[in-house]
C-alpha cells in the first residue's frame, strides 16, 4: 500500500511563509507527475502545484508567483514552500500523484494550513 505522508502546516500569519513536504513510500520517480492540492473548510479538494519527473512545473492562478513546489526523488520527497500567505489559503494540503488533474494513489492525512489575517 502506497503511503504519502504530508508535514510542515501550522498557522502563520498573512503575509508569511511555510515550507510542506511529503514523503512517499514508494519512488516518486516511478509515480511520475507528482501534485499538491488542498481542501478548503466546506469546498471541494483543488489542485494547487504540480512538478513533472524533468522538473516542469504548473500552478493555480490563486497560487502563481507565490508558490514554488520541488521534488527529490533519491529522497522520494516533494516540497512546497509556500510565501505571501492569504487567509483564503487556509485549507488542508495533500500531496498525491496527477494525472489528467486528479490524484491515483490513496490519500493521505493532509497537513493543515492556517492563515491569519
Known amino acids: 500500500q502506497v503511503q504519502l505522508v504530508e508535514s510542515g502546516g501550522g498557522l502563520v500569519q498573512s503575509g508569511g511563509s511555510l515550507r510542506l513536504s511529503c514523503a512517499a513510500s514508494?519512488?516518486?520517480?516511478?509515480?511520475?507527475?507528482m501534485a499538491w492540492y488542498r481542501q478548503a473548510p466546506g469546498k471541494e479538494r483543488e489542485f494547487v502545484a504540480s512538478?513533472?519527473?524533468?522538473?516542469?512545473?504548473n500552478y493555480a492562478d490563486s497560487v502563481k508567483g507565490r508558490f514554488t513546489i520541488s521534488r527529490d526523488n533519491a529522497k522520494n520527497t516533494v516540497d512546497l514552500q509556500m510565501n505571501s500567505l492569504k487567509p483564503e489559503d487556509t485549507a488542508v494540503y495533500y500531496c498525491?500523484?496527477?494525472?489528467?488533474?486528479?490524484?491515483?494513489?490513496?490519500w493521505g492525512q493532509g497537513t493543515l494550513v492556517t492563515v491569519s489575517s
Open positions: 498525491n500523484s496527477w494525472l489528467l488533474g486528479v490524484g491515483t494513489l490513496p
Open positions: 512538478i513533472t519527473n524533468h522538473g516542469s512545473t
Open positions: 514508494i519512488s516518486t520517480r516511478s509515480i511520475g507527475t
